[in-house]
């Protein structure tokens, strides 16, 4: 009869076995997570029908502040501009943020070719940042457009976002329908590159539980949270608040703008727009590592400890089940096929593929509800890791200012800032 020794293999291999279990655990709360969260939260309505519509608002402005967004700005105003009259009088406003490119020309080119179209487009230029002010992202640029702006509603969206074509129309029509003062929408996520595959659907797992929709929109609830790349707020609520000026050196404004309208009694709407906005954020390695570790300790409330222990729970989750199959592989071959080390490692790999099939029924999930391919699933492990080493380095890059910037741009104040170059 076999005896079961505690030797190091042994010991390694039930260590192995408790991490792919705890992996396991943790990804099938991820999926059953999800499908409650997603079943329950509230979606844009579909356009309304004659009947049903409200009268247009009087007036829109669709402001889209760009700052080297020449990759963007064509597909993003173009689709804008094909859309549904979504007011009586409407008008778009890209300011340009001092970008190096060919941003502003594409931007007034795009305009020209749909001057038919119904709506006024004015591309205007941002202007240097005032000095002795700090001044982070496209806060200024909002902030600058907004001078320009005197209709009822304003909506801000980014460069990366493409609308489709009845978007604007049905944004407005509920947002006016339950009385928002702040109406967003979670969009579609679009990857354009491996990394993005890697990272981009862990990501949007992790945002869909840790912002939870429900709370979001319930009054009562402390839970605050709106998309930035479509935001659309009636104009004195927006103004009640202080607008992006209020907030000039928030790096994440649009979490900021979005709990300034819940404490102050305002109306907040975060809703899926899945079908409505297409969002594709980065256009390669470097961006993605520059953005989300820009975004991730101060998505998590600036707190140190949640911040690496998010980190370490994906690598855990995301990772670990492939590194089981790895490792097991890698232990010393054992003659007897009834051995107790061999039924271990067999144990190592059984809860290791339990975890991959877990992640790819996560993708399986996602691509089934919001149409979002599977490419590329296989290489969720690497994209844990990828994630693990964004959450130390996000960390170290808002607290110390070195490293820490958006677009070349530095986001940190200019006193820690002047600190990160002694």
């Known amino acids: 009869m076999a005896t079961w020794n505690l030797d190091p293999i042994t010991l390694t291999s039930l260590l192995l076995i408790a991490l792919g279990l705890i992996a396991d655990v943790g990804l099938l709360i991820v999926l059953v997570s999800l499908q409650r969260v997603f079943s ?39 689709s804008v501009l094909r859309s549904d009259q979504p007011a009586r009088e409407w008008q778009v406003i890209v300011v ?18 749909y001057c038919s179209r119904g709506a006024s487009v004015a591309v205007i230029a941002a202007g240097p940042r005032p000095e002795g002010e700090h001044w982070v992202g496209k806060n200024w640029a909002c902030s600058r457009a907004m001078e320009q702006v005197t209709s009822d509603w304003v909506l801000f969206i980014d460069a990366d976002v493409s609308l489709h074509p009845q978007t604007l129309r049905r944004a407005m029509d509920q947002a006016i329908r339950e009385e928002a ?44 949270f709106a998309a930035g790349p479509f935001m659309l ?14 907030l000039a050196g928030e790096v994440v404004e649009d979490l900021a703008l979005a709990r300034k309208i819940k404490c ?28 989300w570790s820009k975004n991730w300790f101060l998505g998590l409330d600036r707190n140190v400890i949640k911040a690496l222990g998010a980190g370490a729970v994906v690598v855990l989750m995301f990772t670990t089940p492939w590194a089981l199959i790895a490792l097991a592989g890698m232990m010393p071959v054992v003659a007897l096929p009834t051995s107790p080390q061999l039924v271990l490692e067999e144990v190592v790999i059984a809860t290791g593929l339990v975890g991959i099939s877990l992640q790819l029924s996560i993708r ?3 691509r089934q509800q919001f149409g979002v391919p599977i490419t590329y699933w296989w290489l969720m492990g690497v994209g ?5 080493a964004i959450a130390p380095t996000s960390v170290w890059r808002s607290l110390t200012g070195r490293g820490w910037t958006w677009k070349g741009r530095s986001l940190a104040p200019v006193a820690i800032a002047s600190d990160s170059e002694i």
């Open 364 to 366: 399986l999930w996602t």
């Open 384 to 388: 844990g890791l990828i994630v693990g």
């Open 233 to 246: 707020f009636r104009r004195h609520s927006y103004e009640a608040i202080g607008g992006h000026r209020g």
């Open 96 to 113: 340009d943020d001092d970008s190096s490119d060919a941003t502003a020309s594409l931007a007034e080119a795009t305009a020209h070719a």
């Open 40 to 78: 329950t939260a509230p979606t844009l309505a579909a356009a309304p029908t004659a009947k049903d519509s409200h009268p247009l608002a009087p007036g829109l402005t669709v402001v889209i502040p760009v700052y080297n967004e020449a990759r963007n700005i064509e597909r993003c105003l173009s």
């Open 264 to 291: 102050s009694g305002k109306r907040l709407r975060y809703c899926l727009g899945l079908d409505a906005v297409d969002l594709q954020m980065y256009p390669d390695f470097p961006s993605l590592w520059e953005g």
């Open 181 to 224: 003062d702040l109406f967003s929408l979670a969009p579609r996520l679009v990857c354009s590159c491996l990394a993005e595959w890697m990272v981009q659907p862990i990501m949007a797992s992790l945002l869909g539980l840790g912002f939870p929709i429900r709370e979001a929109n319930d009054p009562s609830s402390e839970v605050a």
